[in-house]
C-alpha cells in the first residue's frame, strides 16, 4: 500500500521544502495551489492505476514528489539561473532524504524523472517545445508526467482557476477587463482566458483528467458571458 513508512519521510521533506520555499509566492502560485494539485494528480493517478486499460501504472511516489516540488522554481518567481537545472538544484534534497529514509531516489533513477517532470510540467515550457518540435517519446509516454501536468492545468480553469487568474492579475498590476484596443487589453485578465485558459481542456493528456474538465470549462464559459453581459449594460 502507498505510502509506505519509508516513503512518507521522502513526501513530508518534500512538502516541508516546498512550503518554505515558496512561502515569498502570491496567492495564484502559493502552497494551497500545490497541494490541490497533489491531491488531484494522485486522484488522476489512482484512477489510471486501477484502469484495465491502463498501458502502464504509474508510481504514486514519483508522482506525489513531482506535484509538491512542480513550482518550487517556476520562473516567474526565481532567477533564470535557479531554473537552468532542477535535478542539480533538487539533488541535495533527495541525498538528504535517502540517508533518513533508506529510499534511494538517485540511484533508482526517480530523483531523475521527478526534476524532468519539474522541468516539463509548464504550459508555456510545452508549448515552446511543440513549436520548435522538440518533443520526444517521453513527453508523450510519461504516465506521472501527465498526471501532474493535467492536474496542474485542472487548477487553472474552473472556479479556483478564475480566483487564481483574477490574483495573478493583481499582484502584476494588469487590468481586470478593458475595452477592445485599449493598450492594457493584451494583458488583462479576461483575454488571458481567450489566450490559453479556454484552450486547456484540449490539451490534457489523461482521459480521467479530461473528464474532469468539462464542468470547469463549462464555468469558465458561463463566467465570462456573465462579464460581457455585465460590461454591456
Known amino acids: 500500500m502507498y505510502p509506505s513508512p519509508e516513503e512518507t519521510v521522502v513526501v513530508d521533506a518534500a512538502e516541508k521544502l ?19 494539485v497533489r491531491k488531484t494528480a494522485l486522484h488522476l493517478a489512482r484512477l489510471i492505476w486501477d484502469s484495465p486499460d491502463a498501458q502502464r501504472k504509474p508510481d504514486l511516489l514519483t508522482v506525489e514528489l513531482a506535484a509538491l516540488l512542480h513550482d518550487v522554481l517556476d520562473k516567474k518567481y526565481v532567477s533564470a539561473a535557479e531554473a537552468a537545472d532542477p535535478y542539480a538544484f533538487f539533488l541535495p534534497f533527495f541525498q538528504s532524504t535517502a540517508a533518513k529514509s533508506g529510499l534511494d531516489l538517485v540511484a533508482d533513477g526517480r530523483a531523475r524523472t521527478v526534476s524532468n517532470i519539474v522541468e516539463n510540467v509548464s ?19 510519461c504516465v506521472e508526467l501527465h498526471c501532474v501536468q493535467d492536474a496542474d492545468r ?4 474552473g472556479a479556483f482557476g478564475i480566483l487564481r487568474c483574477a490574483a495573478y492579475s493583481a499582484v502584476t498590476n494588469n487590468a481586470l477587463h478593458t475595452p477592445e484596443g485599449d493598450s492594457k487589453h493584451t494583458a488583462s485578465a479576461i483575454q488571458h482566458f481567450h489566450d490559453k485558459l479556454l484552450h486547456i481542456r484540449e490539451r490534457l493528456k489523461t482521459e480521467q483528467g479530461k473528464k474532469l474538465a468539462e464542468k470547469r470549462h463549462q464555468l469558465m464559459l458561463d463566467f465570462l458571458q456573465s462579464v460581457d453581459e455585465e460590461y454591456n449594460l
Not at 512561502?23 to 500545490?34: C, E, I, M, N, T
Open 123 to 141: 504550459w508555456s515550457t510545452e508549448k515552446k517545445l511543440r513549436q520548435n518540435n522538440l518533443i520526444e517519446d517521453w513527453h508523450r509516454e
Open 154 to 157: 485542472l487548477d487553472a480553469i
Open 18 to 36: 516546498m512550503i518554505e520555499t515558496m512561502a515569498r509566492y502570491d496567492p495564484s502560485h502559493d502552497a494551497f495551489h500545490v497541494q490541490r
